[in-house]
């Protein structure tokens, strides 16, 4: 099977989001079960020297964007044992950031439309699927079907579309139609790409490919509903027969705390005692007491709503009151900020805020915690749980998308699951499992059993690569 993978972002060239995580490891993952799967995305400004110099020039020529025709270059590089391209064009990508711009749609339009011109140059690869994420790719499927039908290169080929984050749409104003996508005002309608008064991408993708999937089971179902379905819930349950759940997975290979050179002492489940020189060495980094005994809890997030901060601002005074340490660690919304820049300066023995983001120090954080607050109010899958899981550090979560299909509640009796969960979007629901957790570790043995848990859970690839490996087949074959 031959599949293109488009994404706006990738790692390890450029990342702002999990979708960067996914375009890297999941192609691993495939091309390991003997899928010709290649990955394409733009050639940023921000892609390091280290890669681009590495880079072959595979292809020159122009996209249409509406009435212009715009210059774009193919460049080549295999990272990983995968195929990446990179789409380049100065002036829609010679920019500080990817996205956030005024002209977000015509950038986007030009990826879209490059990208099904881009296979005419990929050396005899012509995809049986192609797949997009996000809506930064949503206008593909619709532009195929388009313009491209009508040449026996495209004539077989599939869509897949995955839904990210339905939060981000990707919404212009409908004269986006005509002047950048060439469109005519057929397609402003509510069965195609109208969304109220404008047009959106997310929608094309979503009506226009073959298949949708979403990166957990349980958000599958949750966007069937008003509170997380974006306006789109009605569209999302009038296409259910084509709709799955696949959870992501991480990549064991690049989150490893037995081969993890991050971290001040490297250890597995045999011996979970370097993980006590980790915590010991944390505290003492973040200029916290040294003290193996009172419970470090870990937060790596965007400091956002949507991360359930809101929970956490509600009874911060309690949670801080209680025999444990907070770091917190990420950048966001200057109120969230504040706020752990405030209690940090206000209780500096108990709450560490470290506003900005660094790999090595969040690796040590999920290593030396003994405990990892998300409390998200949605959460599509989430990867800061999947990494605790795999230092064995225990999350405490809320039940919602893959935090519910990742983490399992922790049983007495049994002595099963591996974390700690709540079901409602409440403060004191949160605080109530905090304090479980807290009651828990007291009982150092039976703590360790769920840390053990944790590094046992099932969250590579592997079984989610399968999943989408079948789906591919059953694209190819219908």
Not at 44 to 72: A, L
Not at 238 to 251: A, P
Not at 287 to 301: E, Q, R, S
Request: hydrophobic share 35%; aromatic share 14%.
């Amino acid at each position: 099977m031959k599949i293109l993978f488009v994404a706006s972002e990738a790692a390890p060239f450029i990342k702002t989001g999990g979708l960067a995580d996914v375009a890297h490891s999941l192609p691993k993952a495939l091309k390991k079960s003997k899928v010709d799967i290649r990955v394409i995305i733009p050639k940023y400004k921000k892609i390091s020297s280290e890669y681009t110099e590495k880079m072959d020039k595979v292809g020159e020529f122009t996209v249409p964007v509406g009435w212009r025709n715009q210059y774009c270059g193919l460049y080549h590089l295999k990272y990983d044992g995968v195929d990446f391209y990179f789409m380049d064009n100065e002036y829609y990508f010679k920019r500080n950031e990817p996205y956030g711009h005024f002209d977000d749609g015509e950038i986007f339009s030009f990826f879209s439309r490059g990208v099904l011109e881009s296979i005419k140059h990929m050396d005899g690869f012509i995809p049986d699927v192609i797949h997009c994420n996000d809506w930064h790719s949503g206008m593909v499927p619709v532009l195929l079907d388009a313009f491209y039908r009508y040449d026996v290169r495209y004539q077989k080929i599939r869509t897949l579309f995955t839904i990210h984050n339905l939060k981000y749409q990707g919404i212009f104003s409908k004269t986006i139609l005509g002047e950048l996508l060439g469109l005519d005002n057929s397609y402003f309608t509510e069965e195609k790409l109208k969304f109220y008064d404008g047009v959106s991408f997310i929608k094309g993708g979503l009506i226009y490919s073959d298949i949708v999937t979403t990166v957990s089971k349980t958000y599958a179902e949750e966007i069937k509903t008003p509170y997380f379905g974006e306006n789109l819930d009605g569209l999302l349950n009038g296409i259910d027969y084509k709709l799955y759940g696949i959870v992501n997975g991480i990549d064991y290979s690049e989150y490893n705390p037995r081969k993890d050179k991050n971290l001040f002492k490297e250890y597995g489940i045999t011996t979970m005692k370097n993980k006590v020189i980790n915590k010991e060495a944390l505290q003492k980094e973040m200029g916290l007491p040294v003290d193996k005994d009172i419970p470090v809890m870990g937060m790596i997030t965007r400091l956002v709503g949507q991360k359930g901060l809101d929970l956490v601002k509600g009874v911060i005074e309690d949670i801080i009151s209680l025999d444990l340490q907070l770091i917190v660690v990420g950048t966001g919304d200057e109120m969230y900020e504040d706020l752990f820049n405030y209690y940090g300066n206000k209780y500096p023995n108990k709450v560490k805020a470290y506003i900005g983001f660094n790999e090595s120090v969040a690796r040590r954080v999920y290593a030396g915690s003994d405990m990892f607050l998300m409390p998200s109010q949605f959460e599509p899958c989430g990867i800061g749980q999947l990494i605790a899981l795999r230092y064995g550090t225990v999350p405490i979560v809320r039940e919602t998308g893959g935090l519910r299909d990742t983490v399992q509640a922790y049983d007495h009796k049994k002595k099963t699951g591996n974390g700690f969960s709540f079901t409602n979007y409440n403060a004191h629901d949160m605080l109530h499992v905090i304090k479980l957790a807290m009651e828990t570790f007291k009982n150092k043995k039976e703590w360790l059993g769920i840390e053990k848990n944790a590094m046992r859970s099932e969250i590579s690839w592997k079984e989610s690569a399968k999943k989408y490996r079948d789906i591919y087949k059953k694209l190819k074959e219908d």
